[in-house]
């Protein structure tokens, strides 16, 4: 069910980074990535499976399910390599140009890094949040 709250206040990455290099476990990443995905004005359909019905998006409602966040999270936590993992989402009626998701992955070597981010974004994107399109 999407819940009609206002969309939260972006966090700052640099505050994220300075935190997670404060971290003890700091002296074994190598690497963090972020990742930040932002509310586009091409329609998911047109993106992914290349339908285009002529719309654009003028903003989307965004809600997600933070148990089952939590629980990716720590299913991320113990990948091979991985020593950090923080995640942000929004949550309301975003318009284009809004922050969705801010995701911080940090860990020992590059291959183990780009997977992780990869496989959390997908597993959030799939299983936890619901986004509706408000098309023009």
């Not at 992914?48 to 409602?61: A, F, I, N, P």
């Not at 780009?114 to 936890?128: F, G, H, N, R, W």
Request: charge should be negative; proline fraction near 3%.
């Amino acid at each position: 069910m999407i819940n009609k709250k206002t969309k939260k206040v972006s966090p700052s990455i640099d505050e994220w980074l300075k935190e997670a290099k404060a971290d003890p476990m700091a002296l074994q990443e190598g690497m963090f990535l972020v990742h930040n995905g932002v509310v586009r004005q091409t329609p998911k359909a047109k993106v992914r499976q290349g339908l285009d019905d002529g719309s654009l998006v003028k903003g989307m409602e965004f809600a997600y399910d933070a148990v089952k966040v939590d629980a990716v999270v720590a299913e991320t936590r113990k990948m091979e390599g991985i020593f950090y993992v923080k995640v942000w989402l929004n949550e309301g009626r975003l318009e284009v140009g809004d922050d969705i998701m801010y995701v911080l992955v940090g860990g020992d070597i590059r291959p183990h890094v780009i997977d992780a981010l990869q496989s959390l974004v997908e597993k959030i994107k799939t299983e936890c949040v619901t986004e509706i399109e408000q098309k023009l």
